[in-house]
């Protein structure tokens, strides 16, 4: 694609790495069949290759974008199935968060919005907050309906996926490995997970431990960041990730700092871009749990169970990570029937802040996605992403978990509650 930036505007490191990400995009429009809003609206502002051109206007133009630019940019999920299919090697991950950096800096949103913008960082990242709004958001979710009939659609949304528990994580500490030591890795904490899924990281930590790793959970550390760059505060997501780099180095050696929410691993294996140097050997040593698994092996199999699961790919893992075996082999070695879900390169609408920034769009991709799982003739659902566990789990009647829940039940674990009930009315055998 051509441009016409000036010499002073490249003169921008992020606009002149813009600049030759735009170059790369030869308007083949691969990525329009696999981009979930193009499909959901056939619209080519809602395309990839129509937002690359959007965002090249709003550039070279420079100032305050567009009503048209901000609200096209605004419905992309960045689920980088565009980049997965680009055939140019387009780095659309890295233009669209300029873009959205750009539209934070020179647009001025509405009251609402702004308010919206500012609270989800300031509850969804901070632990404390977080507990905090949810107790507060399982007391209001009965008057959720009456939210939506105001048109308070940010707000019905996030009372949607409010979980009806109040649990909390371990804390953070050193838990040893229960086999032969093979060495030790950092598991990332997470800032939502811990609230909306505490079991999963249960899970992972005795899983761990038992193929042999100690298992460190750093004090200190906070968000990835993934969330405020979402939203378009580079800044602010560099401060976490400096954050976490100072929390993971008191924390001592580690082989890997595995993560177990896919979203979470795509930003830090983006550490590199975000903090330059300093970032690299962190985003060198970042694994999600299901790669780092299948590099080391799984523990030996001493509860296999013959369930049908359905396989839900997040999009950070399958095209942010471009981890894409994996998850299903483990599955499958542990002694599950494994399906794959159709469409399964659709995103399922939760992409970070999505679901609430977004929320009719991201329920018509939720609905599209459960009416997907539900052709498969599935039991259960696993997922290895909290955000799609918590958007897709409500529109669903059957159980869903993560991965690693049902690899630490086969290998010696508990089994999670959520297939109580499943298991209550399986037949004897």
Not at 109 to 115: D, I, N, S, T, V
Not at 150 to 169: C, F, I, Y
Not at 399 to 420: F, I
Request: charged share 20%.
């Amino acid at each position: 694609m051509r441009t016409e930036f000036t010499a002073e505007q490249l003169a921008d490191p992020a606009t002149a790495e813009s600049q030759a990400t735009i170059r790369k995009c030869v308007h083949c429009g691969f990525c329009t069949a696999t981009c979930p809003t193009y499909v959901l609206l056939g619209d080519e502002r809602d395309s990839p290759r129509g937002r690359i051109e959007l965002i090249r206007a709003m550039l070279e133009r420079g100032g305050p974008p567009t009503k048209a630019e901000v609200t096209h940019i605004d419905r992309c999920l960045s689920c980088l199935a565009c980049a997965t299919t680009c055939p140019s090697g387009v780095d659309y991950g890295q233009l669209i968060g300029h873009a959205r950096a750009y539209i934070e800096q020179n647009h001025r949103r509405p009251l609402a919005e702004r308010l919206l913008r500012w609270a989800i960082p300031q509850v969804l990242t901070r632990p404390g907050n977080l507990k905090a709004g949810l107790a507060l958001g399982r007391a209001a979710q009965r008057f959720e309906p009456w939210f939506a009939r105001l048109k308070l659609d940010g707000l019905a949304a996030l009372l949607r996926l409010v979980p009806t528990h109040g649990k909390t994580a371990r804390a953070p500490g050193t838990y040893p490995a229960v086999e032969a030591r093979r060495g030790r890795v950092i598991l990332l904490q997470g800032c939502v997970e811990p609230a909306m899924a505490p079991q999963v990281r249960d899970a992972a930590v005795r899983l761990l431990a038992r193929a042999g790793f100690d298992v460190a959970l750093a004090a200190g550390e906070g968000c990835c960041g993934a969330l405020s760059e979402h939203l378009g505060r580079a800044e602010e997501a560099r401060a976490m990730a400096r954050r976490n780099l100072r929390a993971w180095a008191a924390a001592g050696e580690a082989d890997a700092i595995v993560t177990t929410a896919a979203g979470c691993g795509t930003t830090l294996k983006g550490y590199g871009h975000l903090l330059g140097a300093a970032g690299e050997a962190a985003a060198a040593k970042a694994r999600d749990i299901l790669e780092f698994l299948a590099e080391v092996g799984l523990p030996p199999i001493v509860n296999p169970q013959a369930l049908r699961v359905a396989y839900h790919a997040p999009c950070s893992l399958q095209h942010g990570q471009g981890v894409l075996e994996a998850p299903a082999r483990l599955l499958s070695e542990a002694g599950f029937e494994v399906l794959a879900v159709p469409e399964g390169h659709l995103c399922c609408g939760s992409a970070g802040v999505y679901n609430v920034l977004q929320p009719e769009l991201a329920g018509r991709l939720r609905d599209r996605k459960a009416a997907n799982v539900l052709k498969t003739g599935a039991q259960l659902l696993a997922a290895g992403n909290v955000g799609c566990m918590a958007q897709i789990g409500p529109a669903l009647e059957m159980p869903v978990v993560h991965p690693v829940e049902l690899l630490d039940w086969a290998t010696g674990g508990p089994r999670p509650e959520a297939l109580d009930r499943l298991m209550a009315h399986k037949p004897a055998q």
